[in-house]
């Protein structure tokens, strides 16, 4: 008997610059999955919520071709591959969502038969372990968010997010954690100090919510700068630092 061969829901396909984290500024080329686990309050892909028939890819050349989902290992890697090659810039390719974890197993599949020819970072809300093992020997970069309740509205998301960072030693990291106005400061001390302990050495990136359009900031800087200051009191190199795509106007 023959398995049927592995298959995901993406999204869309395109190159730009990373505008978060330790590789702002780096050319990439976002694989972006359909489909997420959680509801943010303040989602900035809520196309990708969903597995959605079609993928969208745009070539750096220009042109633009859509699939249907859901796309064969074969067919992702050949896009990859080609668009590596019509820009050589492209440095990492993010892979992103929705939530890449969903569809770990094809992940897993996909980075160990046809690994993209440059190194992967892995954006991640961070609160799925299962199929992670298997994923991080394809991965260089993790990008990892804690996700606070009052923005998701998740139950207890710590130790979820403990159990990911936790087995991510060895591999590089950073962590974001998105906060408005109405982010309570015990939410933040408590995520901090998770950081802290399961992740020792990450840099925590404190990243101001925006709204999708304009971009109109959620939080003023007075409170930025209170929340920031709770977390660099428990993580020692806690950066601030906005969505810079956004502020740039670029997806
Ligand atoms: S984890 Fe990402 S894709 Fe999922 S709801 Fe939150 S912001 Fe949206």
């Known amino acids: 008997m023959t398995s049927a061969p592995p298959v995901a829901y993406l999204s869309e396909v395109f190159a730009s610059w990373q505008g978060e984290g330790s590789r702002a500024g780096q050319r990439q080329l976002f694989v972006r999955f359909a489909g997420c686990n959680i509801r943010c309050r303040w989602c900035d892909t809520p196309d990708s919520l969903t597995r959605v028939p079609y993928c969208r890819v745009d070539y750096p050349d220009g042109r633009n071709e859509t699939f249907s989902n859901p796309l064969t290992l074969q067919t992702l890697a050949a896009i990859v591959e080609e668009c590596c090659r019509l820009d050589s810039s492209i440095a990492m390719v993010a892979i992103t969502g929705g939530e890449p974890m969903v569809q770990a197993e094809f992940l897993s599949l996909w980075l160990s038969q046809a690994p993209p020819p440059v190194g992967c970072l892995l954006e991640t809300n961070a609160l799925i372990s299962q199929g992670l093992a298997a994923v991080l020997p394809g991965i260089e970069v993790v990008s990892a968010d804690v996700k606070l309740p009052s923005n998701t509205g998740e139950d207890e998301p710590w130790d979820r997010h403990r159990t990911f960072l936790e087995l991510c030693r060895g591999t590089e990291l950073y962590v974001k954690m998105p906060v408005d106005q109405a982010t309570a400061s015990d939410e933040v001390a408590r995520a ?47 950066r601030v630092l906005p969505q810079i795509h956004k502020l740039i106007g670029i997806r």
């Open 192 to 238: 901090a100090e998770l950081v802290a302990a399961a992740a020792p050495g990450a840099t925590l990136f404190v990243q101001p919510i925006t709204e999708a359009v304009g971009p109109s900031w959620c939080i003023d800087q007075e409170r930025l700068a209170r929340l920031a200051a709770i977390a660099s009191s428990h993580v020692r190199d806690t």
